[in-house]
């Protein structure tokens, strides 16, 4: 009886030491002896069960627990019948289950120092109840712990590797099914698929539950849902973060089988359970801080829960703990940050309720702490994982739909600076022909594109031009200090703290640099995204670029092809044109010779043939620009020529425009004729002095050798490697639209005033420089003037030549000359100057009458003359036919223009000597005698 006495004396001595401790616990916690009656139970009890305490204490538990009977031999009362202790899982459906809802239940047989039973502790906790909420994020696929995500009705939507590993079901299993197929078990907790099917889940909610993998092994998963939001904040579904918790679940189920008393059971929890006083210090801490902070348990007694925190974490806490004790109310999930003893820092999430005397005093707080730092890190990698997927998707959006560089660049900086939270985001596009980076994009505190960082040489001692020229990134956190950031007095009064630059390569091409000033440190995240978005920004960049040489090579290729379109119509015209001259001049010539005696009429037919000449110029000019005819051209410097061109201009050109030359007499030895020089000089600063005729300006010529880049091919792909002579004439007048400068070198298209230009100057010009083997560049801005580059191969070595003397007196013979040419006043007026020349002249004006005569006749000519345009027969043509009955008749094609005839054509034909109409008296009787006398 003394033994009975005494342990219900230390049961109700247990019982008051311990009742607050129970009452603040979240499991049901009750108390029974050995009779089965309730001794003791908290408040989470009469919650779950619904009952008052009149109706619970010193009642029998049976009665309690199963009203009815039991529906079927009851582990739990098993368990206790048997004085064992347990630790059991009942689903919501087991028939024994009157709770209503999954719960695990604890069997503990508390044991005197003689092992003898004593009482029984029983605990309940609700299984369904253990949800935390998570942050809105995005999936991270290689995040090691399982994430998955559900639409609303709880079908999967994304499956990462970590879920493959943790359960074994690939994603082609799971995608598009049910998740409550592959999370839950017969003996898991059934409230989470009803959850997930009507949307109850909510976020930030943890769930500790029973998983199975696709081999059928189970395990015990912490579950962590958070919802998805769209844009206009309405839940889309849930994402699940699953972590295999088997190891804690089985220490917690081997420290419920333990030996160890009620206070064993609550310091070994895996929580950290404290209390402080009124004060606001500890009074009580468990084993576990050992664990979390690293701190002896003895260590911390007497001292304030806000001294293990960073200062500014203990003011912000503080400041919310401190109302809810001046209510006297309990708080729940607080987050905040500690300091661990080896320094690093440690997420915990407190909860606490006051402690009241018997008299209803407050005497402090008895509370829990859990370890959150790793959810926290997932949350976090979560969101910055989601900033990347943004950013991506914005810069991709930004290449997609960008109509220029500008666009594109601003568009990227706009993102970098709202993504990555940065003060503001630059982007310099680099000019290899001018070793300059230009910005094109600028965001945030900044958006202006002009001022000192506006063009920055590669060779200049920013950092910019150091990332450019060393082609490598310059991440720092420290700004302040840093020896490449020039600006200190702006960084330390705009208090920047990191900085990120990057290079822009697309391959082994630098097209930029990117750059981005924070306030704040860079994370290593952070400055990776940074990383992985330049190489798309690049390739967005060099894509643009390359739709821009695109467009302008196919500007240039339609403007060849209507160069040469209009060529072939000038040639034609041009071939006509110089049959009418040769009659004209023809006659004429002969006329003078026959007038010697009339003075007055030898003066009218000077007049025509000056006129004729005049003509014969006009459509040589044409035929220079169709490029069907070569010019007299010699090896020559151009620096002499074009400073005597622009002497002559300086005479013609007021005084309001201002010429500036820089003329370099050592830019090489070019192949061209003068004149054709002289013609390029004056087309050009004329049409810059039109420009510049109402305002003034200046006028700049400029002659220098340069070589041949990069860039210059791009341009203009018909150019050859080498060295160039340029020619630069700038104005500073009215410059010309887009539309304008595609259309200045057609014949006849000018924007002067009728009578102050024909048209042709530039189209003339064009024809000069292409048929020198050149380019012309254009490069002009409306409002700001024009400039006209011109490229003229320089020759490898210098090389002189004489003109030949011509001979006053014109050469005669008595040679057989058959005149060929569909003509009859051309075949007419040769007839007669030939046979004035003293030769026996027989012409036909049809090819294949003159070739039957010359088939029956072969040896009753020594040479042939013929016209290259003809009906039937062309005068090659014409020539091989010849050839092929006498091979060594001499042969003069006679044309229009040279029509591409090569020197190899002319030899296999057999013809001699090409001559180009229309040809004067002498012109003509000397080619005559150089290919008789010649053989």
Sequence with gaps: MNDTAAADSELAKKTAEWSNAMDFIEDAIYLIDLDDRVIHANRTFYKMTGLREDQVLGKDINFIIHPGGEPIPCPVCKARRERRDAFIIMDAEHPDNPTGCPVQVMVKIIRDEKNNPVSILMGIRDLSNMVEMRKQGQIINQIKEAVITTDQEGIITTWNSGAQKLLGFPDW????????????????????PRQLASSQLSAATNMETLL????????????????????????????????????????????MHSEERFRSL????????????????????SPKIRELLGYEPDELIGTSP???????????????????????????????????????????????????????????????????????????????????????????????VAGDLR????????????RLDGAFARIWLYHPGDNMLILEGSAGMYTHLDGKHGRISVNSPYKIAQIASNRKAHLTNQVIGDPQVKEQAWATREKMVAFAGHPLLAGDRLVGVMAMFARHPLSDFILKTFESVADKIAIGIAGKL????????????????KMEAIGTLAGGIAHDFNNILTAIIGFGDLLKYQLADNREARECVEQILQAGSRAKNLVRQILTFSRQTEQERQPLHAHLIIKEAVKLLRASIPSTIEIRQDIDPQCGTIMADPTEMHQIVMNLCTNAYHAMQERGGVLEVILENVPFTAELANVYPRLREGRYARLTVTDTGSGMEPAVVERIFEPYFTTKHLGEGTGMGLALVHGIVESLGGAIIVDSTPGKGSVFAVYLPVLDAKKTSEPAPESEDIPRGTERILFVDDEEAIVSFHRKLLHNLGYEVTGRTCSREALKLFQLYPHRFDLVITDQMMPHLTGVEFSRLVTAIRPDIPLILLTGFSHALTPEQLRTAGIRELALKPLLTGELAAIIRKVLENG
């Design 407 to 418: 666009e594109l660049t601003q568009k990227c900086c706009e993102a970098i600076v709202q």
């Design 212 to 255: 199975v993998r696709k081999s059928g092994d189970a395990f015990y998963g912490l579950i962590s849902s958070s919802d998805l939001v769209s844009q206009a904040g309405d839940k889309t579904g849930l994402i699940l973060t699953i972590t295999d918790i088997s190891a804690r679940k089985t220490a917690e189920i081997k420290l």
């Design 173 to 192: 299993e799971t995608i598009g099914n049910s998740i409550s197929r592959f999370l839950v078990s017969r003996e898991s907790d059934q409230v989470l």
């Design 266 to 285: 609550i310091e070994n929890t895996s929580d950290w359970i404290w209390e402080v006083d009124e004060a606001g210090n500890f009074t009580y801490v």
């Design 306 to 400: 806000f001294a293990l925190m960073p200062d500014e974490e203990a003011v912000r806490l503080a400041a919310r703990l401190n109302g809810f004790a001046a209510r006297r109310k309990p708080f729940f999930r607080v987050e905040n940050i500690n300091c661990h003893k080896d320094g690093h820092l440690v997420v915990l999430e407190s909860s606490g309720v006051p402690i009241l005397d018997e008299h209803g005093n407050f005497r402090g707080y008895r509370g829990v702490d859990r370890n959150i730092t790793e959810r926290k890190e997932i949350e976090k990698n979560l969101a910055d994982q989601a900033s990347l997927w943004a950013l991506g998707s914005d810069i991709g959006h930004a290449i997609a």
């Design 546 to 561: 390359a739709e821009k040489e695109k467009t302008a090579l196919q500007k240039q290729v339609r403007q060849m092809q």
